[in-house]
Structures are given as C-alpha cells and as structure tokens.
C-alpha cells in the first residue's frame, strides 16, 4: 500500500499535536504547571514583569508552548506560539529580545556576512497539516529586524526535481 507523504506527514503531526498540547489552566501555580508539563526549556522575563515559560515540542520543533505567569507566580495565559497568526505581529525594527520573547528559541540560525544579516526559522503548521517554515531576518550591526520570509517546509515536501535523464557513470 502506497501511502502519500502529505497524509503521513499530517497524521503525524495531529498526532504529535494531541500528544503535546496539555491544556494549563489561568490561576495555576508554577508548581502545578511544571508536574504537568515538566521543566521549562527556557524561562524569559518580560519587560512587564511576567515570567514566561517556553517549551518547544513537536516534529522538528513545530510547537512551541508558552505559559505567562503574573507577578503573583499564577498563570495568566497559555498559548501555541508558533502560528502564522503570530508571525504577522512581527514588525521591521524588533528586538532578538522581543521575538524571543514571543516564539521562543529558533529552531536554526544562519549567518550571512555578505548580506550583514542573521536570520532565525521557525518551523510551524498552517494550517494543522501544511509544514512551513518562517525566517526572520535582523541586521546583524543593531540586531533588528529587517525582513521576514514564508516558505513551504522542504523537510517534509521536499522539491520533486523529477528523475531525470542522465545516467550516475
């Protein structure tokens, strides 16, 4: 039986999504959070004074889960970060700070010296099963950023150069 990688790579990640996605409750404590959902990957420290808790998870990083504590250390939100919604809050001229804040770790950063950039990816699901990967790009002189891209996730649909006609002699 010849199944299509789309629908593999789909029920993959519905499933990977059901298996990560535990739902956090406003008002819980940081204790009832971490027995739920373990130690945090990183701990951020908002400019408003919150504590932000990240965890990636996922196939290749795709979800990235935030919980948002207030002063009184009880949980304000819960959220998937990686969406495409979120990414359209992204503006020319933020901080790495502010975007780390808001998706998380980059799943890759690239260097390119010849253009002064730094760019950061995120692999996300848009919708839940059509892999994308969004890059962010910051000058690397005052590490803001300058552009942004959206691109279909080569990793799960690679390119089909087709067999060609060449031999391998």
Not at 32 to 37: L, Q
Not at 112 to 136: C, D, H, K, S
Not at 141 to 148: D, E, G, L, P
């Amino acid at each position: 039986m010849n199944v299509p990688r789309r629908l593999v790579a789909a029920s993959f990640a519905a499933f990977a999504l059901a298996g990560c996605a535990t739902s956090v409750p406003p008002g819980a404590s940081m204790g009832d959070v971490e027995s739920r959902m373990g130690k945090p990957v990183d701990v951020v420290k908002a400019p408003n004074g919150d504590t932000v808790w990240q965890y990636p998870k996922g196939p290749y990083g795709q979800f990235t889960y935030m919980v948002t504590f207030g002063g009184d250390q009880r949980v304000k939100n819960f959220t998937q970060a990686l969406t495409f919604e979120n990414f359209t809050k992204i503006q020319t001229g933020m901080t790495k700070d502010e975007i780390r804040l808001m998706f998380g770790r980059p799943g890759e950063v690239r260097t390119y010296r010849n253009l002064n950039q730094e760019a950061w990816f995120y692999r996300y699901q848009a919708p839940v099963t059509q892999p994308r990967i969004y890059g962010v790009y910051f000058d690397a002189t005052s590490a803001r950023v300058q552009s942004i891209s959206d691109q279909q996730d080569e990793l799960f649909n690679p390119i089909n150069w087709g067999t060609g006609g060449g031999s391998a002699r």
